[in-house]
């Protein structure tokens, strides 16, 4: 039979009267159909559209808590004359913690809890971050304690209270870290910036008025490398700083009006946060990412000169540079009396050392150097010789990595943490392969920690683990894949699905609800027939 043979006999089919049963089974077959459809439909769409979710570890990261005590090691090496016996070492090593135990604090709920561990030796100890010495000097009149800018103390007690002012010293060190180190990362006003891994240091010499002052320049490579370069070099384990210096003229005055009396201009404490005139002040920095740091050498207009910032006390009534926080720092440079407008003036090395020395100052207050990082005693004076050829001694900047270490690793677990829960509660989010990679890293990282601090207590590589911690963890959060499941809920998904299977189920609905109604007539009547 031909092609147009079959298509005329379907047509006269398809023209014949239906019957019941006929009409019966083409519905159920156009039912069917639609089933199969859906059957083999679904399957393929749940395939293609289910969202991709890779396994992050969840139960490792719920080990690392804040009521797990984080022990961080602090070893001091006792060098004298004659050797203390191993159970004097002891008993002092159990003296000190037993001491440095009942200062802590007691922890509040969901309070990070840091111990440092104290242990006492006998010797000089190797040249590294953690390792401390003490040379014990007997014979003295009064007990006293020297902290050179290195990482070694000179103890000078009298024979009797040779443990009593060792037990002193070692808590006096060790003490007041450990309380501030609970405190890290805790809410508050700071003037230290957050740890970054780089800092961008802007120096600007900023003359207000050339056009009726003088015109002012700066011998600033010299003073860089003479004065500050030291201390960014001593600080580079922890943190790079990249100095730029720039020039600005025609600045304008500062949006504050200040005090004119005995021939002099004067700031108030309540003009400084003000004194800075950002919008037409150019601060802007080369590097957009590095968190930013200014320091300004401000040389006010003629007219106004000299300027003072008046303090609260008359010994403070003529200071000249004050530090913001989070920001930066200002000095105020006076010009020689005899300067006239149109002199050209360039500040020499040793006309910039005294403001080299403020800059340094308040860098130290802003990546968080404290000066005072000895508890007072009842027993021993501290006197602490300062570090003047870098700016930074030993202990500070141990105290410094210290502090960073734990900040950093409270850091990687909280955002690790905070992942979870929000994996966890958006069940549609994507979690891709790149994401699991940088939690495995941070998760690998913070073991590297534990392992660092172990024997023999390699702060340094402990810092670094812990950078790297908090950095994946952040990559990871912060990750473009995640933050876009953020902004797209059920109800879109819902709204972009309906139009296409409503149409397709309101017919299956209504041809499967005709069936079952017709079944049950005809199961009905057939009842009916049965009983006549």
Same mark, same amino acid.
Request: zero cysteines; aromatic letters at 8%.
């Given at each position: 039979?031909?092609?147009?043979?079959?298509?005329?006999?379907?047509?006269?089919?398809?023209?014949?009267?239906?019957?019941?049963?006929?009409?019966?089974?083409?519905r159920?077959?156009?039912?069917?159909?639609?089933?199969?459809?859906?059957?083999?439909?679904?399957?393929?769409w749940?395939?293609?559209?289910?969202?991709?979710?890779a396994?992050?570890?969840?139960?490792?990261?719920?080990?690392?808590?804040?009521?797990?005590t984080?022990?961080?090691?602090?070893?001091?090496?006792?060098?004298?004359?004659?050797?203390l016996?191993?159970?004097?070492?002891?008993s002092?090593?159990?003296?000190?913690?037993?001491?440095?135990?009942?200062?802590?604090?007691?922890?509040?709920?969901?309070?990070?809890?840091?111990?440092?561990?104290?242990?006492?030796h006998?010797?000089s100890?190797?040249?590294?971050?953690?390792?401390?010495?003490?040379?014990?000097?007997?014979?003295?009149k009064?007990?006293?304690?020297?902290?050179?800018?290195?990482?070694?103390?000179?103890?000078?007690?009298?024979?009797?209270?040779?443990?009593?002012a060792?037990?002193?010293?070692?808590?006096?060190?060790?003490?007041?870290?450990?309380?501030?180190?609970?405190?890290?990362?805790?809410?508050?006003?700071?003037?230290?910036?957050?740890?970054?891994?780089?800092?961008?240091?802007?120096?600007t010499?900023?003359?207000?008025?050339?056009?009726?002052?003088?015109?002012?320049?700066?011998?600033?490579?010299?003073?860089?490398?003479e004065f500050?370069?030291?201390?960014?070099?001593?600080?580079?384990?922890?943190?790079r700083?990249?100095?730029?210096?720039?020039?600005?003229h025609?600045?304008?005055?500062?949006?504050?009006?200040?005090?004119?009396?005995?021939?002099?201009?004067?700031?108030?404490?309540?003009?400084?946060?003000?004194?800075?005139?950002?919008?037409s002040?150019?601060?802007?920095?080369?590097?957009?990412?590095?968190?930013?740091?200014?320091?300004?050498?401000?040389?006010?207009?003629?007219?106004?000169q000299?300027?003072?910032?008046?303090?609260?006390?008359?010994?403070?009534?003529?200071?000249?540079?004050?530090l913001v926080?989070q920001?930066?720092?200002?000095?105020i440079?006076?010009?020689?009396?005899?300067?006239?407008?149109?002199?050209?003036?360039?500040?020499?090395?040793?006309?910039?050392?005294?403001?080299?020395? +403020?800059? =340094?100052? %308040?860098?130290? $207050? /802003?990546?968080?150097?404290?000066s005072?990082? !000895?508890?007072?005693?009842?027993?021993?004076?501290?006197?602490?010789?300062?570090?003047?050829?870098?700016?930074?001694?030993?202990?500070?900047?141990?105290?410094?990595?210290r502090?960073?270490?734990?900040y950093?690793?409270?850091?990687?677990?909280?955002?690790?943490?905070?992942?979870?829960r929000?994996?966890n509660?958006?069940?549609?989010?994507?979690?891709?392969?790149?994401?699991?990679?940088?939690v495995?890293?941070a998760?690998?990282?913070? +073991?590297? =920690?534990? %392992?660092?601090? $172990? /024997?023999?207590?390699?702060?340094?590589?402990? !810092?670094?683990?812990?950078?790297?911690?908090?950095?994946?963890?952040?990559?990871?959060?912060?990750?473009?894949?995640?933050?876009?499941?953020?902004?797209?809920?059920d109800?879109?998904?819902?709204?972009?699905?309906?139009?296409?299977?409503?149409?397709?189920?309101?017919?299956?609905?209504?041809?499967?609800?005709?069936?079952?109604a017709?079944?049950?007539?005809?199961?009905?009547?057939?009842?009916?027939?049965?009983?006549?």
């Open positions: 039979m031909s092609l147009i043979a079959r298509l005329r006999a379907l047509l006269q089919r398809g023209s014949e009267p239906k019957t019941v049963i006929s009409v019966h089974r083409e159920q077959v156009a039912v069917f159909s639609i089933l199969l459809v859906l059957l083999l439909g679904l399957p393929l749940w395939t293609t559209t289910r969202v991709y979710r396994e992050l570890p969840a139960a490792e990261i719920s080990q690392f808590s804040p009521q797990t984080f022990a961080v090691p602090v070893k001091f090496y006792i060098s004298a004359e004659t050797l016996s191993p159970a004097e070492i002891a002092i090593e159990q003296s000190v913690q037993s001491r440095v135990d009942a200062q802590r604090k007691p922890h509040a709920a969901g309070e990070w809890r840091v111990r440092y561990r104290v242990s006492v006998s010797g100890a190797p040249d590294a971050p953690g390792h401390y010495t003490l040379r014990l000097r007997t014979g003295g009064a007990s006293a304690i020297d902290v050179g800018p290195g990482r070694s103390a000179t103890v000078s007690v009298t024979q009797p209270s040779i443990k009593p060792l037990v002193e010293a070692i808590s006096a060190m060790v003490a007041d870290e450990e309380l501030r180190a609970s405190a890290v990362g805790k809410t508050g006003k700071h003037a230290a910036l957050k740890y970054a891994p780089e800092y961008a240091v802007t120096l010499l900023l003359n207000e008025n050339p056009v009726d002052g003088a015109v002012v320049d700066w011998d600033i490579e010299q003073a860089v490398s500050l370069q030291p201390f960014v070099d001593e600080l580079r384990p922890l943190a700083l990249s100095v730029t210096t720039q020039v600005l025609h600045a304008g005055p500062p949006p504050v009006s200040m005090i004119q009396k005995n021939n002099a201009t004067y700031l108030t404490h309540d003009m400084l946060p003000h004194f800075v005139n950002s919008p002040w150019n601060f802007a920095s080369i590097d957009p990412v590095s968190p930013m740091l200014n320091f300004v050498l401000f040389v006010p207009a003629l007219a106004s000299p300027v003072y910032i008046l303090g609260d006390q008359a010994s403070d009534a003529e200071k000249s540079a004050f926080s920001w930066g720092g200002v000095s440079a006076n010009l020689p009396k005899t300067t006239r407008p149109g002199d050209k003036v360039v500040l020499s090395l040793h006309e910039l050392q005294q403001h080299f020395g +403020y800059f =340094i100052s %308040q860098l130290r $207050s /802003l990546v968080g150097i404290r005072q990082i !000895f508890q007072a005693t009842t027993l021993s004076t501290i006197r602490v010789q300062p570090a003047t050829s870098t700016g930074v001694s030993g202990w500070e900047l141990d105290a410094l990595m502090r960073w270490l734990i950093n690793r409270q850091t990687a677990i909280s955002t690790l943490q905070s992942l979870i929000l994996v509660s958006l069940e549609n989010m994507v979690v891709m392969d790149e994401i699991k990679l940088k495995d890293k998760l690998a990282a913070l +073991y590297e =920690i534990d %392992q660092a601090l $172990s /024997l023999p207590h390699d702060y340094l590589s402990a !810092f670094s683990s812990a950078a790297k911690a908090a950095s994946f963890a952040e990559s990871a959060f912060f990750d473009p894949s995640m933050v876009s499941m953020l902004y797209f809920p109800q879109h998904k819902y709204a972009i699905y309906m139009p296409f299977f409503l149409p397709i189920t309101m017919p299956l609905v209504a041809a499967v609800k005709k069936i079952l017709e079944r049950r007539r005809r199961k009905q009547t057939d009842n009916e027939s049965k009983q006549d």
